[in-house]
């Protein structure tokens, strides 16, 4: 969540002075939070809806593209049998 957060932060303080209002109304004064989007981490443009999304996700990144986001596959709850869709991250780890 903190890593969310700061990439979130990041990405605001980077962002082109049209897409910093979608940035800037993502925080809830109020409340003191912040709506994170899956886009944050698809990669795909966000329009400021404060909706999760299961948009499509096939990337990879990182130094040596050991990194991927892929998604959304359906996953079946192993007690409850409910099925949901899931967004899959991970590294894969060098080998020596």
């Given at each position: 969540?903190?890593?969310?957060?700061?990439?979130?932060?990041?990405?605001?303080?980077?962002?082109?002075?049209?897409?910093?209002?979608?940035?800037?109304d993502?925080?809830d004064?109020?409340?003191?939070?912040?709506?994170?989007?899956?886009?944050l981490?698809?990669?795909?443009?966000?329009?400021?809806?404060?909706?999760?999304?299961?948009?499509?996700?096939?990337?990879?990144?990182?130094?040596?593209?050991?990194?991927?986001i892929?998604?959304?596959?359906?996953?079946?709850?192993?007690?409850?049998?409910?099925?949901?869709?899931?967004?899959?991250?991970?590294?894969?780890?060098?080998?020596?």
């Amino acid at each position: 969540m903190i890593i969310a957060l700061f990439l979130a932060v990041a990405a605001a303080g980077h962002a082109a002075p049209a897409e910093q209002s979608v940035w800037d109304d993502s925080f809830d004064a109020v409340k003191q939070e912040r709506f994170i989007p899956v886009e944050l981490w698809t990669g795909e443009p966000w329009d400021g809806a404060k909706e999760l999304n299961a948009s499509r996700a096939d990337t990879r990144f990182g130094d040596r593209s050991n990194k991927q986001i892929k998604g959304p596959t359906q996953w079946k709850h192993p007690v409850t049998g409910e099925t949901l869709l899931s967004t899959r991250g991970g590294i894969k780890k060098s080998r020596g």
